[in-house]
């Protein structure tokens, strides 16, 4: 806190998956707890899937990894078909 008061910061954007994501919420009730005027953003990013909720439909990475994966997959099957 005392680092990015010195600094004059006056927001911190924290981007990752649901550890990160609680950190942000601790570290916004510790800042208004002390009466900082330092703001937190947390930023759902994982491709786990375990952000999901009534808020986070679904966060961005996971669309992309769900999409590769199954890519992956895909092939594998259809290499082992092949190698008959």
Known sequence: REVLERHKVDALVIIGGDDSNTNAAMLAEYFLR???KVRVVG???TIDGD???RWVETSFGFDTAVRIYSELVSNIARDALSAK
């Open 34 to 36: 002390e009466g900082s």
């Open 43 to 45: 930023v759902p990013k």
């Open 51 to 53: 952000l999901m909720n």
